[in-house]
């Protein structure tokens, strides 16, 4: 490899959601992953957590594939169990080195049975389930965990720390225990580095050693179905459910005393989802949050805030809270707060919720110590508002909580956008390091009599000691078109995949059926040897006879085993209809559309450039840059300008970018891959083919018509006074010793017609507030708010408000301040002051209305694209979780204001994250679909059209099949097409089938069941 | 003016100005009062073409099978209006494609009385056409299913065996499939094989197969017009079902057949509102 | 079957592969012990099962019958259960209607970290129909 070329391998350091993003985005798109963990596991808090706001997704459920992809991936390596110990080198060419901490466990041998954990002596609080519950000595971190290899922790272990038990060891049927296993040192070489070592909860509660207070998050372990109580609301004391429970808010948050001077970000959402989940569980629960503000930012929160309110009943309370004491006798918990006549009060509670915030990782020391970043002052990496990926160190990217605290989408963003910032360094080097896997053709089974092979397994004795095998095996043998059939002690041994291989060549197998374990964790494998065998991999099924079968009915064998055998029966039935599927594979034009050219748009379509690739950027304005044109200085007092200019200035001159400004888009046509825009300018029509589109159209200022706006001068918004402060000798009065102004939050935000937060206005206002301080000291500055929400560091400029003297007084939706005139036509702002409980009257110079960000128009490119729109005409994501950036559609994606509401900095993690998911798209010569998708017979299909709009993927439309007759039948678009089946079940003249589960397989298995 | 001439009227018009290619109507009939369908192609035999209480066919479902030379023209009353707008919704047909003459519709008999289906008829005006054939009739207000409440008032013992009971006359003769103009489909689920769902024959379970998932195919696209059940040879009730299915689609998704074309069929659409009343309960 | 307590019911699941399989594998995981009546037929989603496979299933004999996705806003194909739900209610409402017993065919949510809820579900189904009986509405005599 030449001294310049990169090398095209990536370091994720934290396999926490971040890491596993980024892994998985990098893997797809070209990249060799190492993606090393301290802990025995990848999965991170958000394994933890047991549903996820503002959709009450289960978390787990929407994590667990990610996991076993990124557990399987061929070009990612998960190290687990490991630290880095040594970085070196220059941005393209790194050298790493990594310390393996002895796992004794073989991560090879073991196949995460599990015997050995349940005759392990010892017991030791479980981590995972926040020390409200006891694991073995020899354990994996949760049911799910990739890789689902167990570990022993050598602390605690007997046989390791007194030379005594060693049970597990003999437990072990395939041998992967080691005591005397030893830490290994390893080196690799990487290209580029992304630090996502995610974040710590915060410990030091001063209230925890009270049997009835809990950590939200080991409340999150209690709402758990899988948790130490099974989701039952439980309170640890006795067990008892309780009534009246309570959450704090900013535990360890907002608190400068304890130098956590920054809001945690994600503590509010989560109190309110788990007030809502709890009461879902107990409807008689009365929870109480104790709040200082609420802030419920993000898209779609402030619904869910209200939800909470006025559905769930959820009793919201703005109240400081003074001191928490137990009552001895009941282990009942009775806090001291402050009520709103300012009065200090008493409110006993049975069980109390501590909304802990989030702290830096406790590696990050560490972190900068060996990858020598800078971390700013509270142990987060440090970063800014215009580089909110990179750390001090070039070709060291950061995502996620490490580098501010933040929610599961942002870090899903950040990591994609991490993953564009690493391509854009290391483009060249793409596909050079990854791996794709060989295998000998496949043989054409068509038309041959089914001859199938059976393996049942015994998983050592977890499936043996309860369900009779032989007798199984004799069983399956009676079955017609069984060839071969044997029993394995673990057929998921690589000597048993050798024997599976043999026994396909030696009687001619064309299908193959294993009876062991379950097929979510373990068809993949045998799909694979299966092709290795030179077997298409869907002539592979599987019989889950353990998990939902021997480790389920331990205590009935005969039941069992009765069971094992109609399972066999039925999956063998099953097999004799399985064919062989091709995958099909569709080119891709290597081009992306990137539509709108601010902020967002302007990062998307800069970065696929410096990736490789051919852009247009599509732009209805003269100018570019959107709404950050009317952004003069941040809060940390960077300028934008100068930062949008340069970004402008390399876009235009980029060599691989079209710019079409004034351009509006006409049509597109098309799907993933393959799509053709009709683009009309003053020029014309020019029509441009792309293999991915990236929706960045923006939004607007909300125009008020309120507070006397329009009607007085005097009355403007929060981006007119920005500009203003700009301007040299600007006076707002001719007064200057005593001016005030007044700025009034949620103008047009959180209410009925635009219900959502415009999440920037707070801090905006407090930006132009302490800009108005700086510049005339004398001016009184009024803010009227609801919740001020200056999430994450942003709270350290809300303090220095205050203490410049910036006054903000709370108001309630329900009694908004009045702006009027007075005799002396003055304009006179009135609002009730919550603290003395009074309505005041502030004479104001200046009113400043702090207005939201609405959506434009975007139906037109909605319904072009198929993509949906929120209610409030926003764009509405695949996944409001885990695919943030993406549509259902695939091949399109979406970035920035056109999304919600957002700062510049996420924006610009956005536009990259977007550019990194049509990268990873375009740098694909062609893409294959599964072969589980969805066939119509035309012979069947009315073309009533019925089943268009149940496709979720868009992937249905009724075209003419038949020039001639012109008969029209449904259409399935291979590479859009999931396999879900939605349709097929739904069309009364069976004219779709689903691959993988068809009609006649189903049949077949139903039939088995006698 | 009478009912007949101003049809025959409208229909030589339209046939003398070649905006149609064939009216689909009825003629007098041979045997008894029975009036067949007809399809007029000249302005002669549109003199031919009546409608009245004898027409118990529904129209809509010959155009399925109607040669397609330009514009069909069709009689279409309360219920088979309904029929026609069902079927262009499902893309059978375009609105272009066909001429409307509407009646206003007081009924057909069957053994000298009003069909069953007629009595609870709540829209006898069609709300699909071209042109009125007369003056729009009043609509009735009854309770469309007081049948269906009461049969589920009954246990399910009873409800079985009455189901049985209806099932086991069947002779699969499809008459009840043919006469129905939601039932187009190229290859009728009955007619399938590979797999075969269920039996072909004149077995019970198979039968009662037959008509549970007939019944389910009719929802949200049965009109109620009762063809199906005048056709039938041996007497099945097979509106039992179907009103059922209406009473469901109505209730749950509050969705009437054939009534707009804006709306989607609840089949081929969802909601994330929808009762999930019959699930299993904690 | 001789007496009614010595009825050992059959009874077949159709699970979608992302929750409720995932779920039932978690029960299993957690050694969570249910009645071993059961027999799970593993589909894409519940947008996947056809009223086809439930009738067929009655016809075999099939004492109970049990359909379980994930549960509403959580199916992995975003709105495959939202389809499922409006089939299943006619399907339910109609075999009902027609005098199927009312438990012998059910529908539930289950998520992949309901292993609990699953094992529940599966005692409940099974008592449900111990104490219907066989299956002998709508069974095909051969
Ligand atoms: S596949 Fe079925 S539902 Fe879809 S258009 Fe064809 S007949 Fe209608
Ligand atoms: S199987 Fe699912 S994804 Fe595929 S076409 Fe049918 S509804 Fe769409
Ligand atoms: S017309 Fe009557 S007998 Fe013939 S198939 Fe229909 S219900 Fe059965
Ligand atoms: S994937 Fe579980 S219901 Fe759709």
Redesign the pocket.
């Known amino acids: 490899m030449g001294e310049n070329t990169p090398i095209g391998s990536v370091l994720i350091v934290g396999g926490g959601i971040a890491g596993i993003q980024s892994a998985l985005d990098l893997a797809e798109s070209g990249f060799y992953v190492y993606l090393v963990e301290e802990g025995p596991s990848i999965g991170g808090v958000m394994a933890q957590l047991d549903k996820t706001f503002p959709t009450n997704d289960c978390s787990l459920c929407i994590l667990s594939p990610k996991l076993v992809e990124c557990g399987r991936h061929l070009n990612v390596k998960n190290i687990t169990y490991s630290e880095i110990i040594g970085f070196e080198g220059t941005p393209g060419n790194f050298k790493v080195k990594i310390r393996k901490k002895p796992r004794y466990v073989d991560l090879e041998k073991c196949v995460g049975c599990g015997i050995c954990a349940q005759k392990c002596p010892v017991k030791v609080d479980d981590n995972y389930n926040e020390k409200l519950a006891k694991r073995r000595a020899i354990y994996v971190e949760y049911p799910q965990a990739v890789p689902l290899c167990y570990a022993i922790d050598a602390e605690h272990c007997l046989k390791i720390t007194k030379g005594k038990c060693g049970v597990c060891q003999k437990l072990c049927k395939s041998g992967a225990i080691d005591y005397e296993a030893k830490e290994e040192i390893i080196e690799i070489e990487v290209g580029a580095v992304l630090l996502t070592p995610g974040l710590e909860k915060f410990k030091n509660n001063p209230y925890i050693g009270f049997d009835n207070v809990v950590s939200s998050i080991q409340f999150e372990r209690i709402l758990s179905a899988s948790g130490p109580f099974k989701g039952h609301v439980e309170r640890p004391s006795d067990g008892k459910s309780p009534e009246k429970i309570a959450f704090l808010q900013c535990v360890g948050s907002r608190d400068v005393s304890i130098e956590h001077g920054y809001c945690s970000s994600v503590c509010c959402m989560y109190a309110i989802k788990e007030a809502i989940i709890a009461k879902e569980h107990a409807h008689h629960l009365k929870p109480t949050i104790f709040y200082m503000d609420i802030r419920a930012f993000g898209k779609g929160f402030e619904s869910y805030y209200e939800r909470a309110k006025n559905e769930y009943g959820i009793n919201f309370r703005r109240s400081k809270v003074v001191q928490i004491e137990e009552d001895i006798e009941t282990k009942d918990i009775i806090i001291r707060c402050v009520d709103e006549n300012g009065n200090q009060v008493k409110e006993r509670f049975e069980l109390v919720i501590m909304s802990v915030g989030l702290e830096p990782t406790k590696t990050s020391k560490r972190i900068k110590d060996v990858f020598g970043i800078s971390l700013e002052k509270y142990g987060f990496a440090q970063t800014n508002s215009s580089s909110p990926l990179t750390t001090s160190r070039p070709g060291v990217f950061v995502s996620g909580a490490f580098s501010q605290p933040k929610d599961i989408p942002e870090t899903v963003v950040q990591s994609s956008g991490a993953v564009s910032a690493a391509a854009e360094i290391l483009g060249g080097a793409r596909g050079s390091l990854t791996k794709e896997k060989k295998y000998p053709d496949e043989l054409n089974i068509f038309g041959d009599p089914p001859r199938i092979g059976v393996f049942i397994c015994h998983c050592g004795i977890n499936i043996g000691s309860v369900v009779d095998v032989p007798s199984v095996v004799e069983h399956v043998k009676t079955l017609p078109n069984v060839y071969f059939a044997s029993e394995s002690l673990y057929t998921c041994a690589t000597d048993t995949q050798n024997q599976i291989k043999e026994a396909i060549v030696e009687h001619k197998l064309n299908r193959f059926v294993v009876a062991a374990c379950s097929p979510r964790t373990h068809e993949p494998l045998f799909q694979e040897t299966l092709r290795e065998a030179g077997l298409n991999k869907y002539l592979f099924e599987m019989a889950n006879i353990r998990d939902q079968c021997s480790w389920v009915h331990m205590q009935d064998p005969e039941g069992a085993t009765e069971k094992a055998k109609d399972l066999a029966s039925m999956a063998i039935s099953k097999a004799r209809r399985l064919f062989s599927l091709t995958p099909h594979s569709l080119g891709v034009t290597s081009k992306g559309l990137v539509i709108g050219g601010g902020i967002a748009g302007l990062n998307s379509a800069y970065s696929l450039a410096e990736q490789g690739f051919e852009v247009a950027l599509v732009e209805r304005e003269e100018v570019l840059g959107g709404q950050a044109n009317e952004i003069h200085f941040t809060l940390d007092n960077n300028s934008p300008k100068k930062y949008l200019d340069e970004l402008i200035k390399n876009v235009e001159n980029h060599p691989k970018i079209s710019v079409c400004k004034k351009t509006q888009i006409k049509n597109i046509e098309g799907f993933v891959g393959n799509f053709k825009t009709t683009l009309n300018n003053c020029k014309g029509e020019i029509s441009y083919e792309h293999g991915a589109v990236i929706v960045a159209t923006g939004a607007c200022e909300y125009e008020p018509n309120e507070y006397l706006y329009g009607k007085d001068p005097k009355v403007i918004t929060q981006r007119k006074l920005e500009k203003k402060l700009t301007e040299e000798n600007w006076q707002f009065t001719s007064n200057k010793e005593k001016s005030s102004i007044v700025m009034i939050q949620c103008v047009g935000s959180r209410e009925k017609e635009r219900p959502n937060c415009s999440r920037i206005c707070c801090s905006q206002a407090i930006k132009n507030a302490l800009r108005v301080k700086e510049l005339n000291p004398y001016t009184d500055v009024y803010i009227l708010y609801r919740d001020i929400r200056t999430y994450g560091f942003r709270e350290e400029y809300y303090r220095l408000a205050r203490e410049k003297g910036i006054i903000f007084i709370q108001y309630d939706a329900s009694k908004k301040p009045l702006v009027e005139y007075d005799d002396e036509y003055n304009i006179n702002v009135k609002v009730r002051d919550p603290i003395i409980n009074q309505e005041i009257s502030l004479i104001s110079d200046l009113v400043v209305l702090s207005v939201g960000i609405k959506p434009y128009e975007n139906k037109n490119i909605a319904k072009m694209l198929k993509v949906p729109l929120t209610l409030d005409g926003f764009f509405l994501e695949a996944h409001v979780k885990l695919r943030p950036v993406e549509f259902s559609t695939e091949g399109v994606f979406v970035a920035g204001l056109a999304h919600s509401p957002k700062f510049i900095d996420e924006s610009i993690s956005q536009g990259k994250a977007a550019s990194a998911k049509a990268a990873s798209l375009l740098s694909k010569d062609h893409i294959s679909a599964d072969g589980t998708i969805s066939t119509v017979d035309i012979d069947r299909c009315t073309s009533c059209g019925s089943c268009i709009n149940l496709c979720a993927y868009n992937a249905i439309e009724i075209k003419i099949v038949n020039e001639r007759t012109g008969k029209k039948s449904a259409q399935i678009n291979e590479a859009l097409c999931k396999g879900c089946g939605a349709c097929s079940a739904n069309c009364r003249c069976n004219a779709i089938d689903v691959c993988g589960t068809t009609a006649e397989q189903i049949y077949e298995a139903v039939c088995a069941f006698k | 003016m009478n009912i007949n001439n101003s049809i025959q009227e409208k229909a030589k018009e339209l046939l003398a100005k070649n905006s149609v290619g064939v009216v689909v109507g009825f003629s007098k009939g041979t045997i008894n009062n029975k009036s067949t369908p007809f399809f007029a192609r000249t302005p002669v035999e549109a003199e031919k073409l009546i409608c009245d209480s004898n027409c118990t066919q529904n129209l809509a479902t010959y155009l399925h099978t109607i040669e397609r030379k330009g514009k069909i023209g069709i009689l279409a009353r309360g219920c088979e209006a309904r029929s026609v707008l069902t079927l262009i919704k499902e893309k059978q047909l375009n609105r272009e494609d066909v001429y409307i003459i509407g009646i206003p519709c007081q009924g057909v008999a069957e053994n000298g009385e009003l069909h069953s289906s007629c009595k609870i008829c709540t829209s006898k005006n069609p709300v699909i056409y071209d042109d009125l054939a007369s003056e729009k009739v009043e609509d009735q207000e009854v309770d469309r299913f007081e049948e269906v409440n009461l049969f589920e008032g009954q246990s399910s013992d009873e409800r079985w065996s009455f189901f049985e009971n209806e099932v086991s006359?069947?002779?699969?003769?499809?008459?009840?499939?043919n006469a129905c103009p939601s039932c187009y489909c190229p290859s009728c689920f009955v007619d399938q094989s590979q797999p075969s769902w269920f039996g072909k024959t004149n077995n019970l379970s198979d039968t009662s197969v037959f008509?549970i998932v007939r019944a389910l195919h009719m929802a949200g696209r049965c009109v109620d017009c009762g063809a199906?059940s005048r056709?039938?040879?041996?007497g099945?009730n097979?509106r039992k079902l179907t009103l059922k299915m209406e009473k469901e689609v109505l209730e749950r998704f509050n969705y009437t057949t054939g009534m707009n074309l804006e709306e989607a069929a609840p089949l081929a659409s969802f909601s994330a509102e929808d009762n999930e009343d019959y699930m299993r309960e904690e | 079957m001789s007496r009614e307590t010595d009825f050992n019911p059959k009874i077949l699941a159709f699970l979608c592969n992302w929750c409720s399989y995932a779920g039932a594998d978690l029960a299993g995981i957690s050694r969570l012990q249910y009645p071993a009546n059961v027999r799970v037929i593993r589909v894409p989603c519940s947008g996947r099962v056809d009223p086809f496979y439930i009738l067929k299933a009655l016809q075999q004999g099939v004492d109970g019958i049990l359909v379980s996705g994930c549960h509403p806003g959580d199916c992995h194909y975003l709105s495959g259960n939202y389809v499922a739900r409006r089939r299943f209610a006619l399907l339910k409402k109609l075999l009902d209607y027609v005098g199927i017993e009312d438990k012998r065919v059910q529908f539930t949510w289950v998520s992949a970290a309901e292993g609990e809820r699953y094992s529940q579900v599966i005692k409940g189904i099974t008592e449900d129909i111990k104490k219907l009986g066989p299956a002998k509405r709508l069974v095909k005599k051969f």
């Open positions: 006359k069947c002779i699969r003769c499809y008459a009840c499939r008509h199906c056709s039938c040879p041996m099945v097979l």
